[in-house]
């Protein structure tokens, strides 16, 4: 079955502090993954995608097809990261339709 | 550009009511998707439409839902004989490319049913 899981419901950590934000998928083909974000108040947008293989705002992400894996990490949280944070699977062409999981919320403290 | 515009943001509906949910896609996009997040889960993808054509319909329900995006207009998702299972959040998604990317979400639609 094609999944796409996110361990953890809540992550809080310092600022300053490193973090690691988890996703495992299922999927038997070759899929595209992303990482989307959602501020307080604000529309889920793309934070970024596999294929990239760029950091935006600081964050990074690299595919791990041994180990069916897609974690997101930042080496020092700063306290405007604290968002929702959901990791997202593509097995089409068509990235428009994805399965998500369940969100992460990270909360970043001063 | 105003971006990806979901309207009503709050609707409440009484059981077996209709609920009639609008999406105005961002100017120059033709590619409407829609999401339903349940509560406490993640979004699930229900239908993918362009102007006047339902290209995947596979995650709506068979019943009760269907969705149009038309020629002139709004996209609408419609969900007729609502019941309490159906109350959620409702996430439209628009892109000017068939490769889906990127993605542009509206900010929601959350449907409560009493």
């Known amino acids: 079955a094609q999944r796409v899981t996110q361990p953890e419901k809540l992550l809080s950590v310092f600022k300053g502090a490193p973090v690691e934000l988890k996703c495992n998928y299922s999927y038997s083909g070759s899929p595209e993954l992303f990482w989307y974000v959602q501020y307080s108040r604000q529309r889920l947008q793309l934070l970024l995608r596999h294929i990239s293989r760029e950091s935006i705002k600081g964050f990074t992400a690299d595919l791990n097809k041994g180990e069916t894996s897609f974690h997101l990490k930042k080496p020092f949280a700063q306290e405007e990261d604290s968002a929702m944070y959901y990791c997202a699977l593509s097995g089409s062409s068509n990235t428009g339709k994805l399965i998500f999981g369940q969100g992460t919320t990270l909360q970043v403290k001063p | 550009n105003a971006g990806v515009m979901q309207n009503p943001r709050h609707l409440v509906r009484r059981r077996g009511q209709e609920a009639r949910l609008r999406c105005s896609p961002m100017k120059g996009h033709s590619h409407v998707y829609w999401y339903r997040q349940l509560p406490e889960e993640g979004l699930k993808f229900m239908v993918y439409?362009?102007?006047?054509?339902?290209?995947?319909e596979s995650g709506m329900p068979k019943e009760r839902f269907s969705a149009e995006f038309p020629k002139e207009g709004p996209s609408i998702l419609r969900i007729q004989q609502v019941v309490r299972g159906d109350s959620a959040a409702y996430f439209c998604?628009?892109?000017?490319?068939?490769?889906?990317?990127?993605?542009?979400f509206g900010n929601g639609t959350r449907l409560t049913v009493t």
């Open positions: 998604a628009s892109s000017d490319t068939d490769s889906g990317s990127p993605l542009h």
């Open positions: 439409l362009q102007k006047e054509n339902i290209i995947d």
